[in-house]
């Protein structure tokens, strides 16, 4: 008889199996069982056939594949000894502690003096929190550990993986599973635009809105790696981890960050509702949960690095008037900074611009009812620095290495460096009425190192625990540093440096897939894009930041009555529905027409809803298709009403309902029949409340 164990939250079970007292492998990861399931018929069930050319014993797929059980695939962990010869995993002696929620297995190697342990744990409907270690009686290397292993859905043909770059975040790539290994590595030190550490596992059938899907997480902020392989025998594996040499040197001890595994029946999208809620609630640390989510301005895109004291002053007195409720003073007022060759580092202000300090500006940004951020990079030095010239040693990586934008990376291993950045962060927050700090990362680092991101973690922790109340954004030039690592130590994310409203459409409604809208910074750029050199309407451009976490970048000084119009009753709009949307879900929708694209926000409790649709492109056909929703109640009844019927181009001449007022509909019509929208031009956002009535 084979040991069983499982988990469930109701969404979900997990069921793990051993052979004897070998470490246990996931025999069954999705669809909830029946609680009286038999798990021994269920274990012999899962056991395979011999054929010919192969062992005469199937290498189990465990937590941790073992090549020392002669497991041919990817295996769970590579460890050299000291002398760095190969160590070959075979563990044995399994012991199992669990309670209501959660499941602590460790095994001992048969062959070396180490243990592995496996941490699986319910965090709440739909998810799992996953997490592996190795303690080691000798030193040793570590080229790689998974967090514990899961199998990949055999009823699949694609999987959905993320890719992109600087201003261009958040691409979906799909692959099909197929023999052999796909593997994805961001080496670059941190959670990368290249590859956020997500991906998605849709069975078979699975749509945006419906089927099943399984998608993981991997909570960690620096460099990592995805392997999704299909053995020979077709058994499928998922394994994700630090990136391979990113635990450096000798020691007892490695620990994977915690892969975060999400089941869904309501397709993709599902997915993604069940990390938004998660990253909101259980992982966001937030100063004050009731606050409502202030409408940002950020001055980077008015001045960059002309920093001029009237001006300032001027450009916070128009933004307070368009609605803002923040004001964040971006790069250049510190050091010598007058671009971004110099001055990283030296992080007390410029008494050439700011000959009074900081005082006065701050001093009218809150009479002004606005709230005071400051941007700063304190991870890095440029080699134009007091700080440089003094500690040239403290920089991570060799002397010579192939430079960027001017600037090196600070080893945070160190704890003099994250003490003297603790200090100079700590003194300017004390110093002054600061609540919001833009934490910028603009350079890859020359390798990815763990004990990098272990130094980032450790500062923001203690200035978090120094200055509770101050709220800090990620960013890293833009969507660089997104996973649920850093966001339990931060409570914003800046999704990329593009201002581009169409750009910012699908990078952001991309990224609902892990987060929520109340950490998602989206910004009412200018007229003209700085990244794209589009011209953008204004009422475009709004309603795209007001889906998230709203804010402007620009010179409102430059902006015509009729656009601050518009702004202004966007900005009232976003302020009267910020409390509801924030608390509620992204249900991502899936228009048949590829010109358009389109999202449901949901109260927490189904009473309201909201659409955005947006318009990207012409349509191939003359009119436009029905617009299914999802993620409603199917009997009940919702009054749906256009909120912007001022945006209806006069080549709309048809009797479409929405633009005569509100219609009643119930759940089931609106999911299965859809909305008639308007005609629309390009960059046109239809925004339709709906309110169960």
């Not at 274990?43 to 054929?51: I, N, P």
């Not at 596992?201 to 620096?222: C, N, V």
């Not at 006069?650 to 609106?670: H, T």
């Amino acid at each position: 008889m084979m040991p069983q164990w499982r988990l469930d939250d109701g969404h979900q079970t997990l069921v793990l199996a051993a052979d004897g007292d070998a470490l246990p492998g996931v025999i069954h990861w999705g669809a909830p069982l029946p609680l009286d399931e038999d798990l021994d018929a269920l274990a012999a069930a899962h056991r395979a056939d011999l054929g010919g050319g192969s062992l005469d014993v199937t290498a189990p797929l465990s937590l941790c594949p073992e090549a020392g059980r002669g497991f041919a695939g990817h295996p769970g962990a590579i460890l050299r000894d000291g002398d760095g010869m190969p160590v070959p995993l075979r563990l044995a002696g399994t012991t199992v502690e669990r309670d209501d929620s959660a499941l602590r297995i460790s095994a001992r190697c048969r062959d070396a003096d180490l243990r592995y342990t496996a941490t699986l744990a319910v965090q709440g409907p739909g998810l799992l929190a996953l997490s592996a270690r190795l303690d080691c009686a000798e030193l040793m290397i570590c080229d790689w550990l998974a967090a514990p292993v899961l199998p990949g859905p055999a009823h699949a043909a694609q999987m959905v993986d993320v890719h992109g770059g600087w201003i261009g975040e958040w691409h979906l790539n799909r692959a099909p599973w197929q023999p052999g290994q796909r593997v994805r590595d961001s080496r670059q030190g941190r959670s990368g635009h290249e590859h956020p550490p997500h991906a998605i596992f849709p069975e078979r059938g699975a749509t945006m809105t419906q089927g099943r899907a399984s998608a993981l997480h991997y909570g960690w902020s620096g460099g990592h790696r995805m392997v999704a392989e299909e053995l020979p025998d077709g058994r499928r594996q998922i394994q994700m981890g630090h990136a391979p040499g990113a635990y450096h040197g000798l020691a007892r001890r490695f620990e994977t960050a915690t892969l975060l595994a999400a089941h869904s029946d309501a397709g993709i999208g599902g997915t993604g509702v069940i990390f938004q809620r998660h990253i909101r609630d259980r992982v966001c640390r937030w100063p004050d949960a009731s606050r409502p989510r202030p409408v940002h301005y950020n001055c980077w895109e008015a001045i960059y690095f002309q920093h001029d004291m009237a001006t300032l002053k001027d450009i916070a007195t128009a933004a307070a008037d368009l609605g803002a409720e923040r004001f964040v003073l971006d790069d250049g007022w510190f050091g010598r900074r007058d671009d971004d060759t110099s001055s990283l580092g030296d992080w007390w202000i410029d008494e050439r611009k700011y000959p009074d300090g900081l005082g006065p500006l701050i001093e009218h940004v809150r009479g002004l009812g606005m709230a005071f951020g400051l941007w700063v990079e304190p991870e890095m030095v440029n080699e134009d620095s007091d700080l440089y010239r003094i500690h040239p040693s403290w920089v991570l990586g060799l002397p010579d290495q192939t430079r960027g934008r001017g600037q090196m990376v600070l080893d945070l291993s160190r704890e003099d460096v994250r003490d003297h950045l603790f200090g100079a962060l700590d003194a300017i927050l004390r110093d002054h009425a600061v609540d919001y700090l833009k934490w910028d990362h603009n350079r890859l680092l020359p390798f990815s190192d763990a004990t990098q991101t272990e130094g980032i973690y450790d500062l923001l922790d203690r200035l978090r625990a120094a200055h509770p109340g101050v709220e800090i954004e990620s960013c890293a030039s833009g969507g660089g540093r997104i996973d649920a690592g850093i966001l339990a130590r931060t409570h914003r994310v800046w999704l990329s440096d593009s201002n581009d409203a169409l750009e910012r459409t699908r990078i952001q409604h991309a990224a609902a897939l892990l987060l929520p809208a109340a950490v998602t910074g989206s910004h009412v750029g200018p007229e003209v894009s700085h990244t794209s050199g589009r011209h953008l309407p204004m009422s475009f451009r709004a309603w795209v930041a007001a889906q998230r976490h709203m804010g402007f970048e620009m010179d409102p000084r430059t902006i015509g009555p009729a656009d601050a119009g518009v702004l202004r009753a966007v900005t009232r709009w976003y302020k009267a529905n910020r409390a509801w949307m924030h608390g509620g879900d992204i249900v991502r929708l899936a228009p048949e027409d590829p010109a358009m694209t389109a999202e449901l926000q949901r109260a927490a409790d189904g009473s309201r809803f909201v659409v955005f649709a947006a318009q990207t492109a012409v349509s191939s056909q003359t009119l436009p298709r029905p617009l299914l929703l999802a993620g409603l109640a199917r009997d009940a009844r919702y009054r749906v009403s256009l909120r912007n019927p001022e945006d209806i181009p006069p080549q709309s001449r048809g009797p479409v309902a929405l633009k005569d007022g509100p219609i009643e509909l119930s759940g089931a019509a609106l999911m299965e029949m859809g909305l008639r929208l308007p005609w629309a031009w390009p960059a046109t956002m239809w925004v339709i409340e709906g309110e169960r009535l």
